[in-house]
């Protein structure tokens, strides 16, 4: 089969590894791609919400299936572009309907659907400028910590939890009255804070039918400890712990299935990834948000752990086969440790050297992903603030972050940084 991979990042590179190692697959594109995902087919300089270059090059290039990587695209519609278009109806694209990525793409929206199918989440209310007073109340009168989320995509950036009325009030007057995020914070949702600890669960969906295919745990702070400011996700470990036959089981009985028999009854379009971002409070789970993707950087843990051609996987989404197929997983563990650019998630350099990557001693067991990276010349140059992602395997997980931070430590571009604790918890 003819492939085009949509994204660029360390998420990208996971996929496209994983894509290239099926038998299915005869040709990879990758839209557009960085200096990694040229090791796994052919990087072509269309942007993933250029959908119109993106159909030109799938007629050019009889491209037979598209996997959408980030968000943005799926929000922005998508699938609904190429299954309505009559030229492209017969490519099978990865990833929900635009009516189905608003999991993602509204907090307000999948709060109402959660809350319709019974999903353990944390209480909340929704607010516009309409009932901005209102909103104000709320807050006034609501527990400490509150959670404040501006309603749409805002690049992660879109929560704040404030930890005094003063504080949150400020949020919400930035959100709703300047506008801080643009349309997404037009609407904010205002919810109780959870205590308790993340995980994330990844499911593979045809809408009706579902099979999990990994769990992480993601480190989302820029400092050791669990402190700093928030990132994309400063690296990852699978299988996480605490994420036992019990606590999946709840998993799977609170949540995967409600949401899953939740799309069917409520005729969503679903074919693709979700993220279940949950936290763990006492025993029980509850969904801290939906992402209608793969993480990042937890693709770059799932992806090596999954022992399934994943082409196969993505063809019983489309022919609604999933039953029949078993999933299995990688006995070791997987730890990623990811680079970033000094200043990051601050303002950072783009386009520096870098340097041993060519020497790299890894072994079977280590994988370097790029994720900011562009090739120029012969040389790569930094592209991004997250800009590796190494991942190695482990008899557990202080073992596999040795791994990562031992060749983490064999290469170099000005001002790289690492976390030097990921999985601390667990090591
Ligand atoms: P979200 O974009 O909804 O995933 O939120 C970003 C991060 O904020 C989450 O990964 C959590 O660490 C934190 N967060 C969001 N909502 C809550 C909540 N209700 N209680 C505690 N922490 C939260
Ligand atoms: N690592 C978090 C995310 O991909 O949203």
Not at 47 to 62: A, H, I, R, Y
Not at 88 to 113: D, H, R
């Amino acid at each position: 089969m003819k492939i085009l991979l949509l994204g660029s990042g360390g998420r990208e590179h996971a996929l496209a590894w994983k894509i290239a190692k099926s038998s299915h697959c005869s040709c990879l594109f990758i839209a557009p791609g960085n200096a990694g995902t040229q090791q796994c087919g052919t990087n072509i300089n269309i942007g993933v919400n250029d959908f119109e270059s993106q159909k030109k090059f799938c007629l050019e290039n009889n491209i037979e299936m598209v996997v959408v990587g980030p968000e943005e695209p799926l929000v922005k519609g998508i699938y609904d572009f190429y299954t309505s278009d009559e030229r492209l109806g017969n490519i099978i694209v990865i990833g929900p309907s635009a009516y189905g990525a608003q999991l993602e793409g509204s907090k307000a929206f999948s709060k109402k659907f959660m809350q319709r199918q019974n999903i353990p989440t944390a209480a909340y209310a929704e607010f516009t400028s309409e009932n901005f007073d209102e909103g104000k109340k709320y807050i006034a009168a609501h527990s400490l910590p509150v959670v404040l989320k501006a309603d749409g995509l805002a690049a992660g950036k879109g929560v704040v939890i404030a930890a005094t009325h003063e504080d949150a009030l400020n949020s919400f007057e930035e959100m709703i009255l300047k506008r801080q995020f643009g349309d997404a914070s037009s609407k904010v949702v205002i919810e109780q804070f959870l205590d308790g600890i993340e995980t994330s669960v990844f499911v593979l969906t045809d809408g009706k039918d579902y099979k999990i295919i990994g769990h992480a745990k993601d480190y989302k702070r820029v400092g050791e400890g669990d402190t700093g400011l928030n990132t994309g996700g400063m690296g990852c470990v699978s299988p996480v712990p605490f994420v036992d036959d019990v606590f999946m089981g709840k998993v799977i009985g609170n949540i995967i299935e409600p949401t899953i028999n939740g799309f069917a009854k409520e005729n969503i379009v679903y074919k693709g990834f979700v993220f279940f971002g949950l936290i763990k409070v006492g025993d029980e789970p509850y969904v801290i948000e939906y992402n209608c993707r793969m993480g990042d950087p937890e693709t770059e843990v799932v992806m090596p752990r999954l022992k399934n051609d994943i082409v196969d996987l993505f063809l019983a989404v489309h022919n609604s086969s999933l039953n029949s197929i078993d999933v299995s997983y990688d006995e070791r563990a997987c730890a990623t440790v990811v680079a970033v650019s000094g200043g990051y998630p601050g303002d950072y350099c783009k386009g520096l050297a870098v340097a041993g990557l060519k020497e790299l001693a890894t072994t079977a067991e280590t994988i370097v992903f790029h994720a900011g990276t562009k090739q120029s010349g012969n040389e790569i140059l930094t592209n991004g603030g997250r800009v590796f992602a190494v991942t190695s395997y482990g008899n557990n997980i202080g073992d596999a972050v040795r791994k990562s931070k031992t060749v983490l430590g064999q290469f170099y571009f000005d001002g790289m940084y690492f976390r030097k604790d990921i999985g601390y918890e667990f090591a």
